[in-house]
């Protein structure tokens, strides 16, 4: 199975201007995402998709020529309102020209997912015979979750919630999960299907650990992924001692 992997780093990100080329570690955001998906040898292609001439500028100094491509977009596509999914189905035959297989979306504000976690997630795609999505465990038990009415009372999401029932021990608490946009892969033919309406359609979870799920979206964002990069640094050099 061929995989061709898809970095989608627009240039127009409001709540923290120039997000995806800020410096993390060294170098660009976007950097950490293109290299994992470079050094994934199961990976052939590397698509970068932006609509700044300025990012494919960078890219090209991260990954190899001869595995990178540009994908570029218009500022409308590239719009915040735009959701990469309707994006990637709407231009499918754009943007994989050429290619045959998988892809795997890697969105690029997940910097400590490395390629080995890509790896894992092409093992289960192939095992399992079906689409794969990234997802981490809830910090806190999603069954005390609940929502605040206009007259200040609260009201629990769920009929069973431990704040009704009283049943609070964590160890009773079923044990839930949400995606982390890490990583998504498959069938690029799914994105001409007329009935695939989101990415987790019939897909299969790959669980990842919190350390490597901080999803970069403000600074504090960045110092998590920071203090988490130089414990990883840390940690190795201890190995190699």
């Known amino acids: 199975m061929s995989y061709t992997a898809i970095v989608p780093a627009r240039s127009g990100s409001k709540r923290l201007p120039g997000k995806n080329i800020r410096e993390l570690g060294g170098k660009p955001l976007l950097a950490w995402t293109l290299e994992a998906c470079a050094r994934t040898e199961r990976v052939e ?5 932006t609509d700044s001439q300025e990012y494919w500028e960078l890219a090209q100094r991260y990954v190899a020529q001869d595995k990178l491509a540009l994908d570029l977009r218009t500022g ?3 719009g915040d309102k735009v959701k990469i999914f309707d994006y990637l189905k709407d231009h499918v035959d754009k943007i994989f020209a ?8 890697c969105l690029p504000t997940m910097p400590l997912r490395t390629e080995a976690h890509i790896n894992e997630a092409i093992d289960i795609c192939e095992a399992g015979g079906r689409g794969v999505f990234s997802a981490v465990e809830f910090e806190a038990p999603t069954s ?3 929502s605040i009415g206009d007259d200040g009372h609260w009201q629990p999401v769920l009929d069973t919630s431990p704040m009704v029932t009283g049943n609070t021990r964590s160890q009773d608490q079923l044990q839930t999960y ?3 946009g890490a990583i998504y892969i498959r069938p690029i033919d799914d994105l ?3 009935d695939l309406v989101t990415l987790y359609q019939d897909a299969l979870p790959y669980i990842m650990d919190r350390s490597t799920s901080v999803d ?26």
């Open 45 to 49: 292609r590397v698509i970068l998709s």
């Open 192 to 194: 001409r299907r007329p």
């Open 98 to 105: 050429g290619c045959e297989g998988s892809f795997v979306l």
């Open 178 to 180: 949400h995606p982390n």
């Open 76 to 78: 409308e596509e590239a």
């Open 144 to 146: 005390f979750a609940f």
């Open 216 to 241: 970069i979206d403000t600074m504090e964002d960045f110092r998590i992924a920071e203090v988490t990069l130089a414990a990883r640094a840390d940690g190795a050099s201890g190995n190699s001692t």
